[in-house]
C-alpha cells in the first residue's frame, strides 16, 4: 500500500493550510489514518489520527487548531490546520494500517514539508 501526501508549503504564522494523503494499492480495508510530524532534531510525534469509525485523536499541542477527517471511499486522509504557529513548522508524514489483500500493512507517506514563518 502506497501513501502520497501533499499539500505542504511556507505559510505566515496564523494563516492555514491543508494536507491530503491518498492511499493505492491492494487495499482491502484501512483501519487507522494518520499524520505525525518531526522537527529538525525532534523525535516524530504523532499529530493526529482518524479510526475507520470516524473516532478522532489529537495531540494537545494541536488540539482547537487542527481536524483531521478521512473520504472512506477516496482512501484519503486530510488535516486542515489553522491559526499555524512557528512551532509548527515540521516534516509532516501520513500513515495507515490495516488489511491488504496479502495481509496487514502498516504504511508512511513520504512527507511533506510545513513552514510556518513569525
Known amino acids: 500500500v502506497q501513501l502520497q501526501a501533499s499539500g505542504g508549503g511556507l505559510v505566515q504564522a496564523g494563516g492555514s493550510l491543508r494536507l491530503s494523503c491518498g492511499a493505492s494499492g491492494s487495499i482491502a480495508s484501512i483501519n487507522v489514518m494518520g499524520w505525525y510530524r518531526q522537527a529538525p532534531g525532534k523525535q516524530r510525534e504523532l499529530v493526529a489520527s482518524i479510526t475507520s469509525g470516524d473516532n478522532t485523536n489529537y495531540a494537545d499541542s494541536v488540539k482547537g487548531r487542527f481536524t483531521i477527517s478521512r473520504n472512506n471511499a477516496a482512501n484519503t486522509v486530510y488535516l486542515q490546520m489553522n491559526s499555524l504557529k512557528p512551532e509548527d513548522t515540521a516534516v509532516y508524514y501520513c500513515?495507515?494500517?490495516?488489511?491488504?489483500?496479502?495481509?496487514?500493512?502498516?504504511?508512511w507517506g513520504q512527507g511533506t514539508q510545513v513552514t510556518v514563518s513569525s
Open positions: 500513515n495507515a494500517n490495516g488489511r491488504g489483500r496479502r495481509g496487514p500493512y502498516d504504511s
